[in-house]
């Protein structure tokens, strides 16, 4: 029996990383040299689909695969497994005398910002390809199997690695436009453990994000940033983000993020109908401000909205007047939890 599993992934919002004659920061107008995590310097070309993001704990994503007599497979998102599985039959011509039960034993929904389509993808072909005892180049390679990637690689490289993730975005080639078709995969730009003291709420409300497939390949399309916005954006996390979490400054972090995921918030604004998918998460911030939790926003579409502070701000009087402010504000279902980041890949157990 093959057990693997993963957590969960924050997305905090996309940016262009610049060529090197616009990557300028602060009153010295130092020039930002990016490298990616081989130390390898990066190309002068534009990219886009660059961003960050975090690795949880939960919501986990939970695989089993064991022998069986004919191919089975349940517990969560059985459409999606059957689809990876028959990729990987069809790619590895696998005949049914090879057969196996898979099993999704715990997995968050999809399209809600946690990533679920990818680190299920990863997990259960990983576990495929070990049942099997075939050999595969790193978590990279799976994620070709997979078909993941096309734009963001933040959930590749946290599979691998957990923690904070910085990735660079893919190059634009002006012959045949923004590269998604669908490797190279972004280059990992830096890779930070998360302070085990911050603490991380997910505010998550009962519905699904309509921003996925084709509909979310013709939005992207469509966004725009602001001219100066990508520069500010990444000042943000070359300044403030990743400094405040090298040195465990929540204050120095906080307002980075918020900025960060805010100012990105706002670009995507006249699609997703504000600067939040959910509006009224909006009302909650006096609450959260009062409190010291600082830092906040929404991961990629929503409608999952994220609050992160030091573990001692978050107590019991604190979460049970936020979860009573969001039940006065919308009738629709919630629910809130509370986590740590995930500061190693993902799991394997073979028995």
């Known amino acids: 029996m093959i057990r693997i599993e993963t957590g969960s992934r924050l997305h905090f919002g996309f940016l262009q990383l610049l060529s090197s004659n616009e990557r300028r920061c602060g009153q010295e107008n130092s020039v930002l040299t990016p490298s990616d995590s081989h130390g390898e310097p990066l190309s002068e070309a534009r990219r886009n689909y660059g961003g960050i993001g975090l690795i949880l704990q939960d919501p986990k994503i939970v695989v089993e695969i064991d022998e069986a007599s004919k191919w089975k497979i349940e517990g969560f998102h059985c459409s999606r497994v059957e ?13 049914t005398q090879n057969a196996f039960k898979v099993q999704v034993l715990q997995a968050p929904a999809e399209h809600i910002g946690f990533g679920t389509g990818t680190a299920l993808s990863l997990a259960v072909t ?26 963001s690689a933040i959930g590749i490289y946290g599979y691998e690695q957990g923690g ?19 490797f190279p995969i ?28 084709e509909r979310e390949n013709r939005a992207l399309a469509g966004i725009s940033y602001a001219k100066g916005l990508d520069q500010q954006l990444h000042c943000l996390i070359t300044q403030a983000i990743l400094p405040g979490i090298a040195t465990n400054d929540f204050d120095r972090f906080a307002r980075g993020l918020t900025e960060y995921n805010s100012l990105v918030g706002d670009q995507f604004a006249p699609i997703q109908g504000g600067r939040y998918a959910v509006r009224f998460v909006e009302e909650l911030l006096p609450i959260l401000i ?8 929404q991961s990629s579409w929503g409608p999952t909205f994220f609050i992160i502070g030091p573990e001692e701000r978050f107590t019991p009087e604190f979460e049970m007047a936020l979860q009573m402010k969001i039940a006065s504000l919308s009738s629709k279902e919630f ?3 509370t986590t740590q980041a995930r500061n190693h890949g993902r799991s394997v157990t073979i028995d």
């Open 126 to 151: 990983e576990a495929l390809f070990l049942a099997n005892r075939f050999s595969f180049e790193g978590i990279l390679s799976l994620s070709q199997v997979t078909e993941r990637g096309k734009r």
């Open 290 to 297: 009062k409190n010291g939790l600082l830092a906040f926003g």
């Open 83 to 95: 689809k990876i599985v028959h990729l990987f039959r069809q790619k590895h011509d696998l005949d």
């Open 164 to 182: 904070f993730l910085f990735e660079a975005g893919k190059t634009i080639n002006p012959e045949i436009g923004e590269a998604g078709a669908p």
């Open 335 to 337: 629910h809130w939890q």
């Open 186 to 213: 972004s280059p990992l730009l830096e890779r930070h453990s998360f302070p085990e003291n911050w603490k991380i709420g997910l505010l998550t409300i009962k519905q699904t994000s309509e921003w996925f497939g």
